[in-house]
C-alpha cells in the first residue's frame, strides 16, 4: 500500500490557485487548504499532517508540539519571523524556505514610479479627479525618460531586474554597490560601473535598492568605523555586548560538536568582528580592549578560551588570522602576528590558519605565487605551533615543497577547487601516488589518468 502524505496549507488561496497547485502536486500528496486564518482551524489542519506548508500564516511552538507527524515545515517567501524555529529545533522538524519571486513586479513598480513622476502623472491624476483635463500645461511641463542618466544604488536581484526591465526607455545606466557585478552582467544590462559620488552627482533618477537605513540587522564592533563609506556604522560593543556575543560564540561551539564535526576554526581574520578588534585600523577603543596589542587581542582570546572550555581536549582547535593587514606602516604586520598567534598557541590552539589581508579597503596585498605562505612560514617557526598555508596555492608542487621545507604543516587550497573539485585526485594521479582515498566510483578513472599520465611521460622521455 502507498503511503499518502498530507499537506497542511495553511495560507488561504483562490480556488483556481488550489486547483492549479493541485495539478501539478504529486499524485501521492493531500493537500489540505485552509479556508481561514483562524486559529483553531489552523491548528486543527495541521494536527494530522505530514508537511505545512506556510506563506504569511504563522508556525506556533502550539502547532508544533500539536502536530506529532509533521516532518518538515516549508515557508514560501522570505523570512522566517513567523515561525518558532526553537519548537521546531526541539522537535527536530527541518524548516525550509523558498524565496519569493516578486522582483519582477518590484522592478516593474520601480519603473512606473519613475514614468509617473517625468509624465507629472500624480497633477494629471489630480486634475482629472477635480474635472480638470491638464493637457496644456501637462504638455510643457512634461519630460521623457529617454537619454537621462538612471543611476541605480545597490545592484542585487532588484536592481538588474530594474536595468534589465527599463534598457527599452534608452536611458543611460549606471549603478554602484560595494560588490561590482562581473564585466559579462554590465555588458548584456548596458550598465556602467560609477563611484558612489559619481552615481549621486551624475543621475537624473537615482534609484534606490539597498537594505533601510532602520531596521536593520545591527552589526557590532570594537569601534564605529563603518568598513566604507556606503556601509553600515558598528555599534561599539559594551562589555555586555561582548558576554552576550561570547556566549553565542559558545552556543556555536557546543551546536557543532552536537553535530559531530571533528574541528573548529575560530575566525579572526579577514575583517570579522574578532579580527576587526585585533587590527588597529578598526579598533580605536581607548579600555582595556583597545590600544596596545595585548589589549586589542584580550576579546578574541577571551573567546576562544570559552569555545575551548566546551571543545573537547582530544578535538583540535584552530584559529584563522590576516597575518598582515596589507596597509605598510600601518596595521598589523608579521611580527606582531607572531604575537597573537603565540597568545592563541597559548590559550590551547592546535592549529594557526594564515591568511592575510580583507581587513581595510585601503589594503595593497603584494600578490603572488603561494603569497601568504611566508607569514606561515615565520609563524610556525618563531612560535613553533602547527600552521597551515592558504592563497594563491595551485600547483602539487607548491604543495610539496611548502611541506617539504617547514613552511607549514597543512596546505588548503580554494579556488583550484572551483572548478576541478578533484582537484586532489588529480594530484595524486599525476605523482603517482597509489595511498589517495578514492571513491570506489571514481577508481576506473583514477587509474585511467594515472596510466595516461605514466604513458605520456615515457613516450616524452623516449623522445
Ligand atoms: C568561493 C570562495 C569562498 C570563500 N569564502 C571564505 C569565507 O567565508 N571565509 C574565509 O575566511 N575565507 C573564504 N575564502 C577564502 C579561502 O579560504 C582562501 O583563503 C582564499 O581563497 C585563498 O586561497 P586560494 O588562493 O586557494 O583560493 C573563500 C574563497 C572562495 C574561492
Not at 139 to 154: M, Y
Not at 191 to 216: A, T
Not at 279 to 300: F, K, M, Q, V, W
Not at 309 to 327: G, I, Q, Y
Request: charged share 25%.
Amino acid at each position: 500500500m502507498s503511503n499518502r502524505w498530507k499537506i497542511a496549507c495553511l495560507d488561504v488561496w483562490e480556488q483556481d490557485v488550489q486547483d492549479a497547485t493541485r495539478a501539478v502536486a504529486p499524485d501521492d500528496f493531500d493537500l489540505h487548504f485552509a479556508t481561514s486564518y483562524d486559529d483553531a482551524e489552523q491548528l486543527g489542519l495541521a494536527a494530522d499532517s505530514d508537511f505545512i506548508l506556510a506563506g504569511w500564516s504563522p508556525v506556533p511552538a502550539a502547532m508544533i508540539e500539536g502536530s506529532p507527524k509533521v516532518r518538515m515545515v516549508h515557508k514560501w517567501g522570505i523570512g522566517f519571523d513567523k515561525i518558532d524555529l526553537e519548537a521546531c529545533r526541539k522537535a527536530g522538524i527541518p524548516v525550509l524556505i523558498t524565496a519569493g519571486a516578486n522582483k519582477g513586479p518590484v522592478a516593474e513598480h520601480t519603473i512606473m514610479l519613475m514614468l509617473a513622476v517625468y509624465r507629472q502623472l500624480g497633477r494629471m491624476d489630480q486634475g482629472i479627479r477635480g474635472g480638470r483635463w491638464l493637457k496644456k500645461e501637462a504638455r510643457s511641463a512634461t519630460r521623457r525618460l529617454d537619454g537621462k542618466t538612471v543611476g541605480l544604488l545597490g545592484f542585487g536581484n532588484i536592481g538588474r531586474m530594474v536595468a534589465q526591465k527599463i534598457r527599452g526607455f534608452d536611458v543611460d545606466l549606471t549603478y554602484y554597490d560595494i560588490q561590482r557585478a562581473d564585466r559579462e552582467t554590465e555588458k548584456e544590462l548596458g550598465i556602467r560601473f560609477v563611484s558612489y559620488d559619481d552615481l549621486l552627482s551624475s543621475s537624473d533618477v537615482l534609484s534606490l535598492h539597498v537594505p533601510l537605513d532602520d531596521g536593520n540587522w545591527p552589526i557590532y564592533g570594537p569601534s564605529p568605523i563603518p568598513w566604507d563609506s556606503p556601509n553600515q556604522v558598528p555599534i561599539e560593543m559594551t562589555r555586555a555586548d561582548m558576554d552576550r556575543i561570547k556566549a553565542d560564540f559558545v552556543a556555536a561551539t557546543e551546536r557543532a560538536l552536537l553535530a559531530g564535526f571533528d574541528m573548529v576554526e575560530l575566525h579572526c581574520a579577514h575583517g570579522y568582528l574578532l579580527s576587526s578588534f585585533i587590527t588597529p585600523l578598526s579598533n580605536h577603543r581607548t579600555d582595556a580592549y583597545g590600544g596596545s596589542l595585548e589589549n586589542r587581542i584580550r576579546y578574541p582570546l577571551e573567546v576562544f578560551e570559552a569555545m575551548r572550555a566546551v571543545w573537547p581536549s582530544d578535538k583540535p582547535m584552530a584559529v584563522r588570522l590576516s597575518a598582515t593587514d596589507w596597509v605598510v606602516g600601518q596595521g598589523m604586520d608579521g611580527d606582531q602576528s607572531v604575537r597573537v598567534a603565540a597568545a592563541f598557541r597559548e590559550a590551547g590552539a592546535d592549529l594557526i590558519d594564515v591568511s592575510a589581508g580583507q581587513t581595510t579597503p585601503k589594503a595593497r596585498p603584494v600578490y603572488g605565487r603561494m603569497f601568504q605562505t611566508p607569514f606561515s612560514d615565520q609563524i610556525r617557526n618563531a612560535v613553533g605551533c602547527a600552521t597551515m598555508a592558504v592563497g594563491n596555492i595551485y600547483e602539487p608542487d607548491h604543495v610539496n615543497s611548502i611541506l617539504a621545507a617547514g613552511r607549514a604543516d597543512l596546505v588548503a587550497l580554494a579556488r583550484p577547487h572551483l572548478l576541478d573539485p578533484n582537484w586532489t585526485l588529480r594530484a595524486a594521479a599525476e605523482l603517482a601516488y597509489r595511498g589517495a582515498d578514492v571513491p570506489r566510483q571514481y577508481a576506473a578513472g583514477f587509474d585511467q589518468l594515472a596510466r595516461n599520465l605514466e604513458r605520456a611521460q615515457q613516450m616524452e622521455f623516449r623522445a
